[in-house]
C-alpha cells in the first residue's frame, strides 16, 4: 500500500505543476478511506487557499468543457486531435472522465489512453482516467475535487468525457461551462439514444467523422439538426447553439469547434451568465455532498441494514404502516437496538 505524505507535500507539488503528486491527491480524493478523505480534504483547503497567489485563481480563468455522445461517436478519437490542438496553441489540458460503466470495465478511458496515444505522450496534457467503481457514489463522484485540483496545477483547458448512455452527462453538464454533444451523421435519434433532453443541454453539437465519403450526410446531418434546435425555446443566455461538422481524421472543423468555444466563453463572460452558472454548480455541488452525508449518517448506523430489512418484510406483509416505519427509524431509541 502507497504511504502518505504530509498535506503540505501534495500542495507544493500540485502547485508546482508536479503531475505525480497530482495524481496521487486525486487518489486520496477518490479514496473512500476515511482517513484519506480527511487528508484529501486538507490538500484541497491548502491549494485552493494558495492557488493564484500570483495573480487571479487559475479556476477563474480555465476553460471546462464537457463532451458526450453515443458510444462508438468518436469521443476519444476526438479528445486525441481536439487535444493536440489546443496543446500546440500553448494550452495545458486535462482529460478527465466520467464514466458511469467504469465498475464494469476498471475506467474506459484507461483502456482509452492506449488510443490516445499522442496525447498520453504530450507533456501538456494530463489524462486521468475514471476511478474504479466509480458509480458506487453516483455519477461523476470527486469530479469536481478533481477538476480544481488540476486547475490549481495551471492546467487551463479541462476536458471532461462521458459516455452518452443515461444519467451522466446531466451530471457532466452540471459542473462545465460548455457542454459539447457529438452525434454521428445517417443514425436516427432513437439508435443514438439521444433523448431531447440531451439536445436541450449542449452549447453546441458537433456530426463527427466528417471526412471521405460522409462528408455530405454530415453537413445534411448538419442542417437537419440546426432546424431540429430552432424548435427548442431559447435558452435565454443569448447563445444559440450552433451545429458543427468535423473529422478527427482530417482535423477538418476542429479549429471552428474550439472557435465556437471561446465566442460562448467570451459571450457569457460579458453578460455574467458564466459566472451565473459556475455559481448555481457550486449550489449544487454543496447540495449534493449534503444529501450524500446525510444518507450515509442515517444508513451506516450500526444495525441499520438489519433494521430496515425487518422493516421492510413487516411493510411488505402489511404488519407495519410505512409511516409507523419511518417515525420508528427516527425515534432515538430505534438507532442500533435491537
Ligand atoms: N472516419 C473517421 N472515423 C473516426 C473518426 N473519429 C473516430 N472514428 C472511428 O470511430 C470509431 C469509434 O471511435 P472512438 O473514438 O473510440 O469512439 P468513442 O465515442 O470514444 O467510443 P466509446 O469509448 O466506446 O464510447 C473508431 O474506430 C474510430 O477510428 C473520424 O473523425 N473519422
Ligand atoms: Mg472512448
Given at each position: 500500500m502507497r504511504h502518505r505524505l504530509p498535506p503540505d507535500h501534495y500542495i507544493n507539488g500540485i502547485l508546482a505543476g508536479d503531475r505525480l503528486l497530482l495524481s496521487r491527491a486525486i487518489t486520496l480524493v477518490e479514496s473512500r478511506r476515511p482517513d484519506d478523505q480527511a487528508l484529501a480534504q486538507l490538500v484541497m483547503e491548502g491549494v485552493l487557499s494558495r492557488s493564484?497567489?500570483?495573480?487571479?485563481?487559475p479556476a477563474a480563468s480555465s476553460v471546462r468543457i464537457g463532451i458526450t455522445g453515443v458510444p462508438g461517436v468518436g469521443k476519444s478519437t476526438f479528445i486525441e486531435a481536439f487535444g493536440t490542438y489546443l496543446t500546440q496553441l500553448g494550452h495545458h489540458l486535462a482529460v478527465l472522465a466520467v464514466d458511469p460503466t467504469s465498475q464494469r470495465s476498471g475506467g474506459s478511458l484507461l483502456g482509452d489512453k492506449t488510443r490516445m496515444e499522442t496525447l498520453s505522450m504530450n507533456p501538456n496534457a494530463y489524462i486521468r482516467p475514471s476511478p474504479a467503481g466509480?458509480?458506487?457514489?453516483?455519477?461523476?463522484?470527486?469530479t469536481r475535487e478533481t477538476m480544481l485540483l488540476c486547475e490549481a496545477a495551471s492546467f487551463d483547458v479541462i476536458l471532461v468525457e462521458t459516455v452518452g448512455v443515461g444519467q451522466s452527462e446531466t451530471v457532466v453538464h452540471g459542473m462545465v461551462d460548455f457542454f459539447l454533444l457529438l452525434m454521428l451523421a445517417g443514425a436516427g435519434d432513437e439508435l443514438q439514444g439521444m433523448k431531447r433532453g440531451i439536445m436541450e443541454l449542449a452549447d453546441a453539437l458537433v456530426i463527427t467523422?466528417?471526412?471521405?465519403?460522409n462528408i455530405a450526410p454530415a453537413n445534411r446531418a448538419r442542417m437537419e439538426y440546426q432546424n431540429a434546435l430552432?424548435?427548442?425555446?431559447?435558452?435565454?443566455?443569448?447563445w444559440f447553439p450552433p451545429v458543427l461538422t468535423g473529422s478527427a481524421?482530417?482535423?477538418?472543423g476542429i479549429a471552428t469547434i474550439w472557435q465556437t468555444i471561446q465566442e460562448h466563453q467570451q459571450l457569457t463572460t460579458q453578460n455574467g451568465q458564466r459566472n451565473q452558472r459556475r455559481q448555481a454548480q457550486q449550489l449544487t455541488w454543496f447540495r449534493a455532498l449534503l444529501r450524500q452525508q446525510l444518507d450515509s449518517q442515517f444508513y451506516d448506523r450500526p444495525g441499520m441494514q438489519d433494521q430496515l430489512a425487518l422493516m421492510e418484510a413487516q411493510v411488505q406483509a402489511g404488519t407495519l404502516l410505512p409511516g409507523q416505519a419511518v417515525k420508528m427509524l427516527f425515534q432515538p431509541s430505534s438507532s442500533g437496538s435491537r
Amino acid at each position: 500500500m502507497r504511504h502518505r505524505l504530509p498535506p503540505d507535500h501534495y500542495i507544493n507539488g500540485i502547485l508546482a505543476g508536479d503531475r505525480l503528486l497530482l495524481s496521487r491527491a486525486i487518489t486520496l480524493v477518490e479514496s473512500r478511506r476515511p482517513d484519506d478523505q480527511a487528508l484529501a480534504q486538507l490538500v484541497m483547503e491548502g491549494v485552493l487557499s494558495r492557488s493564484g497567489e500570483a495573480g487571479p485563481r487559475p479556476a477563474a480563468s480555465s476553460v471546462r468543457i464537457g463532451i458526450t455522445g453515443v458510444p462508438g461517436v468518436g469521443k476519444s478519437t476526438f479528445i486525441e486531435a481536439f487535444g493536440t490542438y489546443l496543446t500546440q496553441l500553448g494550452h495545458h489540458l486535462a482529460v478527465l472522465a466520467v464514466d458511469p460503466t467504469s465498475q464494469r470495465s476498471g475506467g474506459s478511458l484507461l483502456g482509452d489512453k492506449t488510443r490516445m496515444e499522442t496525447l498520453s505522450m504530450n507533456p501538456n496534457a494530463y489524462i486521468r482516467p475514471s476511478p474504479a467503481g466509480d458509480s458506487l457514489g453516483g455519477v461523476g463522484h470527486r469530479t469536481r475535487e478533481t477538476m480544481l485540483l488540476c486547475e490549481a496545477a495551471s492546467f487551463d483547458v479541462i476536458l471532461v468525457e462521458t459516455v452518452g448512455v443515461g444519467q451522466s452527462e446531466t451530471v457532466v453538464h452540471g459542473m462545465v461551462d460548455f457542454f459539447l454533444l457529438l452525434m454521428l451523421a445517417g443514425a436516427g435519434d432513437e439508435l443514438q439514444g439521444m433523448k431531447r433532453g440531451i439536445m436541450e443541454l449542449a452549447d453546441a453539437l458537433v456530426i463527427t467523422k466528417a471526412d471521405g465519403d460522409n462528408i455530405a450526410p454530415a453537413n445534411r446531418a448538419r442542417m437537419e439538426y440546426q432546424n431540429a434546435l430552432h424548435l427548442f425555446p431559447p435558452t435565454g443566455t443569448g447563445w444559440f447553439p450552433p451545429v458543427l461538422t468535423g473529422s478527427a481524421l482530417t482535423g477538418a472543423g476542429i479549429a471552428t469547434i474550439w472557435q465556437t468555444i471561446q465566442e460562448h466563453q467570451q459571450l457569457t463572460t460579458q453578460n455574467g451568465q458564466r459566472n451565473q452558472r459556475r455559481q448555481a454548480q457550486q449550489l449544487t455541488w454543496f447540495r449534493a455532498l449534503l444529501r450524500q452525508q446525510l444518507d450515509s449518517q442515517f444508513y451506516d448506523r450500526p444495525g441499520m441494514q438489519d433494521q430496515l430489512a425487518l422493516m421492510e418484510a413487516q411493510v411488505q406483509a402489511g404488519t407495519l404502516l410505512p409511516g409507523q416505519a419511518v417515525k420508528m427509524l427516527f425515534q432515538p431509541s430505534s438507532s442500533g437496538s435491537r
